[in-house]
């Protein structure tokens, strides 16, 4: 099992700090694994194992424990109050009222508490506005191209690697399992997605037919890294069918997908005017493999998109708030809004050989009069600086 240590490095820096570390992210990306990790190295540097507590709500064992204030006490039985402990709730969503079990838990000073949760709900209105300021978010997605690499260490052509990577799966599971039995992996992919569609979806907002919601899913699957609307996928998917859907309804199951972590959303940014745009969206999969059960993907098709994919996750775990960019008449392919007020720019192309290609990705840059940083990524092997632009091998920047 691979160490997820960009994650682990943020828990290590938040430990004993006072606020609630919420690690959310869509179901078997590697949650509880991660908290198991970080409770070892605990036990590694010396605290006891009586002072860590760790529940996984998906296990039988634990399935009395739904009432919130049974858990609490059930808790709070086992701790003194002159010792430090560790609280690990994993699924907590599960819980009833799970909110009030963690402002409760969070009200004693010698808990450090640590919650996962496989729904955006986690982090839904009810509970930000409850523990306003007192949280801390970390979210968590399936192996990164470096974490990939590490995990198939037999193959040392990277090139070949990578051409894995954007056209299979890198949930940590479906990764080993591809290793022993790649026909096992479609059929993991679908117990996920199944899960996913029917845990996270259909019983929490009591939807009676999934048939539209399916349909909406295929059609953003196969428009990964393009722009879409409420309107044009209404009018995409109405096309040849006796039954409508409505605008309203697909802005609800947007907003269902994005909640359950399957598909992320990139808004609209206008650089030259520095406001969101209200219309036309990107969304991009949080893995690709999960295309491969739908029957319109094909192996090494679509690579542009799905390039642009595997860029957008690396920029969200690298740090920042990741837009697609718009100037004058121009697209930029993202804008990242860094932490500390500053700006990059990145463009993303399987390669730009062709004079067409390179002329086109780099007029968009020109016109942007700032100082920021600007990035042409492709698989084309220099490296080089061009008027300033740093155009970089995806590969190499990947395994930074």
């Known amino acids: 099992m691979i160490n997820r240590e960009t994650y682990l490095t943020k828990l290590r820096q938040l430990k004993d700090k006072n606020l609630i570390k919420v690690i959310t992210g869509i179901r078997r990306c590697g949650k509880s694994t991660l908290l198991k990790a970080f409770k070892n190295e605990l036990l590694s540097s010396g605290v006891s194992f009586k002072n860590i507590i760790f529940l996984n709500f998906e296990e039988r064992k634990n399935l009395h424990l739904t009432s919130w204030e049974t858990l609490y006490d059930e808790i709070i039985k086992n701790v003194n109050t002159d010792k430090k402990y560790y609280i690990f709730l994993d699924e907590v969503q599960l819980v009833n009222d799970f909110e009030k079990l963690i402002n409760s838990l969070f009200t004693k000073k010698n808990i450090d508490l640590y919650v996962t949760g496989s729904n955006a709900y986690l982090l839904s209105s009810e509970l930000a506005t409850l523990l306003t300021g007192r949280?801390?978010?970390?979210?968590?997605?399936?192996?990164?191209?470096?974490?990939?690499?590490?995990?198939?260490?037999?193959?040392?052509?990277?090139?070949?690697?990578?051409?894995?990577?954007?056209?299979?799966?890198?949930?940590?599971?479906?990764?080993?399992?591809?290793?022993?039995?790649?026909?096992?992996?479609?059929?993991?992919?679908?117990?996920?997605?199944?899960?996913?569609?029917?845990?996270?979806?259909?019983?929490?907002?009591?939807?009676?037919?999934?048939?539209?919601?399916?349909?909406?899913?295929?059609?953003?699957?196969?428009?990964?890294?393009?722009?879409?609307?409420?309107?044009?996928?209404?009018?995409?998917?109405?096309?040849?069918?006796?039954?409508?859907?409505?605008?309203?309804?697909?802005?609800?199951?947007?907003?269902?997908?994005?909640?359950?972590?399957?598909?992320?959303?990139?808004?609209?940014?206008?650089?030259?005017?520095?406001?969101?745009?209200?219309?036309?969206?990107?969304?991009?999969?949080?893995?690709?493999?999960?295309?491969?059960?739908?029957?319109?993907?094909?192996?090494?098709?679509?690579?542009?998109?799905?390039?642009?994919?595997?860029?957008?996750?690396?920029?969200?775990?690298?740090?920042?708030?990741?837009?697609?960019?718009?100037?004058?008449?121009?697209?930029?392919?993202?804008?990242?809004?860094?932490?500390?007020?500053?700006?990059?720019?990145?463009?993303?192309?399987?390669?730009?050989?062709?004079?067409?290609?390179?002329?086109?990705e780099i007029s968009a840059f020109r016109n942007i009069k700032d100082n920021y940083p600007k990035y042409l990524l492709t698989l084309d092997f220099d490296n080089t600086s061009i008027e300033g632009i740093q155009k970089l091998n995806v590969i190499d920047w990947l395994l930074q």
Do not use: M, W
């Open 135 to 360: 949280y801390i978010a970390i979210n968590l997605q399936p192996y990164s191209f470096k974490e990939y690499a590490l995990a198939n260490k037999e193959e040392q052509n990277t090139d070949r690697l990578f051409r894995q990577y954007i056209n299979k799966s890198c949930f940590p599971e479906a990764v080993t399992l591809a290793k022993s039995n790649e026909n096992l992996v479609n059929d993991y992919l679908q117990s996920i997605y199944d899960t996913v569609i029917i845990k996270d979806i259909a019983q929490r907002y009591k939807l009676r037919n999934t048939h539209n919601l399916h349909r909406v899913i295929s059609f953003l699957f196969d428009s990964i890294g393009s722009y879409v609307s409420p309107t044009n996928i209404a009018n995409e998917l109405n096309k040849n069918s006796p039954k409508n859907i409505s605008h309203n309804t697909i802005i609800k199951y947007l907003d269902f997908l994005t909640q359950s972590y399957i598909l992320y959303a990139a808004p609209r940014y206008d650089i030259k005017g520095k406001e969101l745009l209200s219309t036309n969206e990107k969304y991009y999969l949080v893995d690709l493999g999960l295309k491969n059960i739908t029957a319109t993907n094909k192996y090494d098709t679509d690579l542009g998109h799905k390039l642009e994919n595997v860029i957008y996750f690396e920029l969200l775990r690298r740090g920042g708030k990741v837009y697609v960019g718009k100037h004058n008449n121009k697209e930029i392919d993202f804008v990242v809004q860094k932490p500390n007020n500053e700006r990059e720019y990145y463009q993303v192309a399987f390669t730009v050989n062709d004079e067409k290609t390179f002329k086109r």
